[in-house]
């Protein structure tokens, strides 16, 4: 029987190797390749994308020294009193960030996981969509002030993310899909060796603010990437293993809320499914430079005239038809029905706990949810956030009933730009890995809400799943 008899540290590069990664300049993938070697394990809970992000102004030049006035970095307003809307106020000011809570993570658009041969062990797209709802579930306000600065340049306020997009932002960035969250020893000789490919998301996506579309575009620039952890060393070659290697893994399926009651309808193909969550964006604010492309608002009710939330009433899960998991349905039109679509409380957010309770139950099982940025404050249960036509605000003790609109603003807490909004429903009711087979049987969602014209709301639905890899005579297959 082999033993692990020492542990070796790496640092690979990609095997596509640049000097400087960027969208703007072709796009393309990274790539990381680990070779199929018998005697070494990848320990999967020490592995970080390391890089160097640099974000330009649009008519910087790629890859060299500005030469001009408005050329370079961003020089966002560095006074609590020029935030958001003022900040073009001050003279050479600009503004260009990205999101707050996602950090350095959203430059990945989709991140796929493949052995030697070809076999796709996970493909997650829309990666930072993902990562909008799981991060601020599972990372509080302590998380974003130290640590996830330095893994994902992430500081969950608006105001902090301004003064870090200044200057390079350095990573060392946990990779976070369902097989490499599972902080198991991955023998990379049973599995066929492994091929690691990110591929680049657009700077349309990743940056917004308000000067962010001028001269082209800002754009992102990726430094000295390279890819590190630890082996574990066996005492002899591992021999195959006799036991499929079982694993989570998640994918990603797009749809539209348009009407105010929409069901869609979908084949997972999973076997077993474990949970289903989705978040929602209007799809005008997508690929956009003037809008944060992964805000999780709620619906929102656009015109040329104004913007407001539009609340789910209702919800349905179903599997062939029948109402599953839940024999019930998620019923908050009584509490959404207390709004009253006016100036003062236009963007007003109501308590539907059942609704929020099972979609957080669906991100993170409810029993282990114990640091979160999700709060009153986040969700917006006191007085309108954003609120211009009003003139204060309430933050917990914090009250604030002088000024203009824009330092009105100042008197919440930045850090929850948009909310953290959501709505999903877990499969696996004992957190046992034991959810249901979807192969052959399909799943739906009814989603009732308030929205009163046609609406392109884009839904972001994730399922994990648990997968296998099988020995076979052709070689590893994935099932």
Request: charged letters at 15%; glycine letters at 8%.
């Amino acid at each position: 029987m082999a033993e692990i008899t020492g542990i070796q540290y790496f640092e690979i590069t990609p095997t596509n190797k640049k000097d400087v990664y960027s969208f703007r300049q072709g796009g393309g993938a990274v790539s990381f390749k680990f070779e199929a070697n018998p005697s070494l394990l990848l320990d999967l809970s020490t592995l970080r994308l390391n890089y160097r992000m640099r974000i330009v102004s649009g008519s910087t030049a790629f890859n060299t020294a500005p030469a001009g006035a408005g050329q370079g970095r961003p020089q966002n307003a560095s006074t609590l009193s020029d935030f958001g809307a003022t900040t073009a106020s001050v003279a050479g000011a600009v503004e260009i960030l990205n999101n707050c809570r996602v950090g350095t993570a959203s430059v990945v658009e989709t991140m796929t996981l493949t052995n030697l041969n070809g076999a796709v062990m996970e493909q997650v797209r829309n990666y930072p969509r993902k990562e909008a709802t799981i991060l601020p579930l599972t990372r509080g306000m302590d998380d974003y002030t130290s640590y996830m600065n330095y893994t994902n340049g992430a500081t969950a306020k608006n105001m902090s993310q301004q003064l870090t997009c200044n200057g390079d932002i350095e990573v060392s960035m946990p990779l976070r899909t369902g097989l490499l969250q599972t902080g198991a020893d991955l023998p990379l000789g049973n599995i066929g060796g492994l091929i690691m490919e990110l591929r680049l998301n657009s700077d349309q996506n990743v940056l917004f603010g308000g000067t962010a579309g001028a001269g082209g575009g800002a754009y992102y620039m990726l430094y000295d990437l390279c890819l590190t952890g630890r082996y574990k060393v066996a005492s002899k070659p591992l021999s195959p293993q006799k036991v499929p290697l079982t694993y989570s893994a998640y994918q990603s399926i797009n749809s539209l809320i348009q009407t105010n009651d929409e069901t869609t309808n979908f084949n997972l193909a999973e076997s077993n499914a474990l949970t289903l969550w989705n978040n929602i964006i209007n799809s005008s604010n997508l690929n956009n430079y003037s809008t944060d492309s992964y805000a999780t608002p709620p619906i929102l009710k656009t015109s040329a005239a104004t913007s407001h939330k539009e609340f789910i009433t209702d919800l349905t899960f179903n599997r062939q038809g029948a109402k599953f998991p839940l024999e019930y349905q998620i019923e908050e039109r009584d509490i959404v029905e207390q709004l009253s679509y006016t100036a003062q409380y236009i963007n007003y957010m109501p308590i539907d706990t059942l609704r929020l309770r099972s979609w957080l139950d669906a991100v993170v099982p409810f029993d282990r949810l114990n640091h979160a940025l999700i709060c009153p404050a986040s969700e917006n249960t006191g007085l309108a956030e954003d609120d211009k036509q009003t003139s204060f605000v309430l933050f917990g003790d914090q009250r604030q009933n002088t000024g203009t609109a824009a330092q009105v603003l100042q008197g919440r807490m930045d850090a929850q730009a948009q909310g953290i909004y959501g709505f999903g429903v877990r499969v696996d009711r004992t957190n046992s890995n034991r959810g249901m087979n979807y192969d052959n049987a399909s799943y739906a969602q009814r989603v009732r809400s308030k929205l009163s014209t046609a609406q392109n709301e884009m839904v972001y639905s994730f399922v994990l799943g648990t997968h296998q890899l099988v020995a076979s005579p052709q070689g590893v297959m994935v099932n």
